[in-house]
């Protein structure tokens, strides 16, 4: 699912590591700057100086443009902040990932968005309050399930999860654990990968393996 072989950056060196499909993986970095790096590296966001990235079983950095958007469109991430886009409303957030790729129409996808935020514990009022509003203000929380539900449309085979449980109360924190935990169980074969500095905030995750960079 994803190979790491020998990368050497300017933060890492000589890095190898492999993470099974059809697994849960905590994967624990020793900072934030660490964290954010790792992600770059796995998402094709920095090439590394020497060392090759495997994902799906093909060197990622071989790739054309056109076969990376495709490999990616089997990726979901969920961003410590949630990587909205600031000018657009949340429900366009939502949406768009899954009509750019899949060509589905916003009302096809409509109840699956309920379903998910009720889920999470968020009520019908909320719900209908919150879809017209940017993201800029909301709590964090808010950020990272709307972030979950814009990636979990797109039903990837890997969901990556950035530090998304730090920070979070006992009760808030357990909900979204078995949010992305069932989200797992939902497709035979997905895997699932925790990536944070915290390894408390995962301790609830029922995990395969942990690696510790």
């Keep these: 699912m994803i190979r790491i072989e020998n990368i050497t950056t300017e933060d890492f060196n000589a890095l190898s590591f492999r993470i099974k499909g059809g697994s849960v993986y905590k994967v624990i970095t020793n900072s934030d700057y660490e964290n954010r790096k790792l992600l770059n590296v796995i998402l094709g966001l920095q090439r590394p100086e020497h060392g090759r990235v495997f994902l799906f079983d ?13 490999l990616f469109s089997r990726v979901g991430t969920v961003l410590k902040d949630g990587g909205l886009i600031s000018n657009l409303k949340v429900w366009e957030n939502i949406v768009l990932p899954v009509w750019y790729h899949s060509g589905n129409k916003p009302e096809d996808v409509e109840e699956k968005v309920v379903q998910r935020l009720k889920e999470a514990g ?29 990636a979990a449309l797109m039903e990837p085979d890997l969901m990556i999860y950035d530090s998304v449980f730090e920070g979070l109360n006992q009760e808030m924190s357990e909900r979204f654990i078995k949010l992305t935990e069932k989200f797992h169980s939902e497709r035979a074969g997905r895997t699932s990968v925790y990536i944070t500095p915290d390894e408390q905030s995962v301790k609830g995750i029922k995990a395969d393996d942990i690696l510790r960079l």
Excluded: C
């Excluded at 093909?58 to 495709?70: D, V």
């Excluded at 879809?131 to 539900?149: D, I, T």
């Design 58 to 70: 093909k060197e990622m950095y071989m790739l054309s443009s056109k076969e990376l958007n495709r």
């Design 122 to 150: 968020m009520d019908v009022a909320r719900l209908e309050e919150l879809m017209g509003e940017l993201p800029g203000p909301l709590p964090v929380h808010e950020k990272r399930l709307l972030g979950f539900v814009r």
